[in-house]
């Protein structure tokens, strides 16, 4: 158990509707990530916040938004679906700041927009 | 930006025998870091080892060791005596700076590797 726990596990939508997707990072870390991992486009890095403040941003649509909250958790929010971005959305997390630190993931949910 | 290579999409090895995963990878940054991450079928992203672009020794961790070549711009992973239990996918990742810290990491597209009894 990594300590990152990520809610819901499996979440099944319509397209165009939206969702969001809920992480509670380890605790003491002050940085989060959010990770896509689809089988067309591999695992790709969407967005960083650290201690509530975004931090650096990857590939991310700009129908996908992320929030870090006062307690540290993170929502990553998810609009106007499509079929493609079916995916497993991971969320990891870190002490922040060096490069060498270790990211924790959690199980990650599973997408599914039919 | 940052590039990682992996060029062997599967791998079948014999119980035992000792594994190299290859991993390339391209990036303008001076200091970076590079990580090996395992996902079992089960899904989750399992930290294996780190080498960062400073260090002058290559990184062990029990059975995983990484080949850091840096003037070839490489990081392989070799793992010594396989197991079942080591049939997975296997990322090759880096991570660099960016404005506000260190950034995320920029993955490979994996080896699955298959342990054969």
């Known amino acids: 158990d990594s300590g990152v726990t990520q809610t819901p596990k499996h979440l099944i939508t319509a397209t165009g509707q939206r969702v969001t997707l809920r992480c509670s990072p380890r605790s003491g870390d002050l940085s989060v990530y959010w990770y896509q991992q689809s089988l067309d486009q591999g695992l790709q890095f969407l967005i960083q916040?650290?201690?509530?403040?975004?931090?650096a941003k990857g590939n991310i649509l700009e129908r996908f938004s992320a929030q870090q909250f006062p307690d540290l958790h993170s929502e990553l929010n998810l609009s106007s679906l499509e079929l493609g971005d079916s995916a497993l959305y991971f969320c990891?997390?870190?002490?922040?700041?060096?490069?060498?630190?270790?990211?924790?993931f959690g199980q990650g949910t599973r997408l599914t927009v039919v | 930006a940052q590039k990682i290579t992996q060029t062997q999409p599967g791998m079948f090895v014999q119980e035992k025998e000792a594994v190299t995963l290859d991993c390339t990878y391209d990036?303008?940054?001076?200091?970076?870091?590079l990580f090996w991450y395992k996902q079992p079928s089960s899904g989750e992203m399992i930290f294996l080892i780190y080498?960062?672009?400073?260090?002058?020794q290559n990184a062990t961790e029990g059975r995983y060791s990484l080949n850091f070549q840096k003037a070839r711009k490489s990081a392989n992973l070799v793992i010594s005596a396989s197991q079942l239990g080591d049939s997975a996918m296997y990322f090759c990742?880096?991570?660099?700076?960016?404005?506000?810290?260190?950034?995320?990491?920029?993955f490979g597209k994996g080896t699955h590797l298959i342990i054969q009894p």
């Open positions: 990036t303008s940054d001076q200091s970076y870091g």
């Open positions: 916040y650290y201690n509530g403040e975004e931090r």
């Open positions: 080498q960062g672009s400073y260090d002058e």
């Open positions: 990742a880096m991570r660099g700076y960016s404005g506000g810290g260190a950034d995320g990491l920029t």
């Open positions: 990891a997390s870190n002490l922040g700041g060096g490069l060498g630190t270790e990211a924790f």
